[in-house]
């Protein structure tokens, strides 16, 4: 507990005032939310934040709409969807309990737009009573309704939220994969590389798009143990087999000591050593939307 703390400490120090009292950066918004030409469709809200829609189903994942996150941290970049510019939500996923993916203020202001919040397992104790409903699922465990089936995959991260809980909260963290009118999405969340990434592939042989971690890198030493860099996050592209890849969880709070554009520029890097066609790897801007897959 100790070394996470003071590790935490040093990640965050060369923030300064800039992650303190800066103002996040003005972006574009798309004239379209919902697409009537798309069947697969990505919007980076930043962060983890991305609105995602498969056919006539939109959901949205880890949403954060506030300018700080654990009141410490501000947003570099402003969200790339208000919460008023977002339709109605069949669901949102919440990939673990650290307050820049669980974020009570953000569910406050998308709370009438939510049908329904799927959680890591042990996430519900830690979910204030809202209008929603919202379940628990255990790894490989699934989630269905009308159509759509939503399965819990193992990831490599933390679950504890408070650092009191450090020592007791062992789950509250997943990856998800989302299948509809087969169409396959995978999220991440936040995640170490191992053998999960392949181990996910052997149950979902085709994914359509994967929206993947490239950051924190910085001091590697200490975010390896429960985040990706640039290079492994391409490996667990590769390994997923997944057609198309969207990078997340960069260049919006800075929890790491990386520089702005550093993970992109590592994972452009990346993707020419591994071979893998970058055509495949989306690297939007936030508020940028890419269609993957369109209406015939």
């Known amino acids: 507990m100790r070394r996470f703390v003071l590790a935490s400490l040093v990640a965050f120090a060369p923030l300064g005032c800039a992650a303190l009292f800066g103002a996040p950066a003005k972006v574009a918004h798309p004239a379209v939310v919902v697409r009537k030409d ?68 953000s569910l406050d ?54 650092g009191a809980d450090f020592e007791w ?24 590389y191992d053998d999960h990434f392949s181990r996910t592939r052997e149950r979902f042989p085709t994914i359509d798009v994967a929206l993947v971690p490239i950051g924190p890198i910085e001091p590697h030493d200490f975010m390896r143990t429960w985040h990706v860099d640039p290079a492994e996050a391409v490996q667990g592209f590769v390994d997923l087999g997944a057609k198309a890849m969207v990078p997340v969880h960069y260049d919006t709070f800075f929890n790491g000591r990386d520089a702005v554009g550093e993970a992109p520029r590592q994972l452009r890097e990346a993707v020419l050593r591994h071979g893998v066609d970058p055509e495949r790897v989306a690297v939007l801007k936030v508020g ?8 015939e």
Do not use: C, I
Not at 169 to 192: I, N, P, S, W
């Open 169 to 192: 909260m062992r789950e509250g963290y997943t990856g998800y994969v989302v299948q509809y009118h087969g169409l396959t999405v995978y999220f991440g969340g936040d995640t170490a």
């Open 109 to 162: 202001l998308v709370e009438k737009k939510v049908g329904h919040l799927l959680m890591p397992w042990g996430g519900l104790a830690y979910l204030p009573s809202y209008s929603f409903d919202a379940s628990e699922l255990m790894p490989w465990q699934s989630w269905e309704r009308g159509g759509v089936r939503v399965t819990a995959v193992p990831v490599q991260h933390t679950g504890f939220r408070f």
């Open 38 to 105: 798309a069947r697969l469709a990505v919007t980076w809200v930043g962060h983890a934040t991305a609105l995602v829609q498969m056919d006539d189903k939109v959901f949205l994942t880890d949403p954060v709409f506030t300018n700080t996150v654990g009141m410490v941290v501000r947003r570099s970049v402003e969200p790339g969807l208000t919460p008023e510019e977002l339709p109605r939500l069949d669901f949102a996923l919440v990939s673990h309990l650290h307050p820049d993916h669980l974020s009570y203020g």
């Open 288 to 295: 940028e939307q890419r269609v993957f897959v369109k209406k």
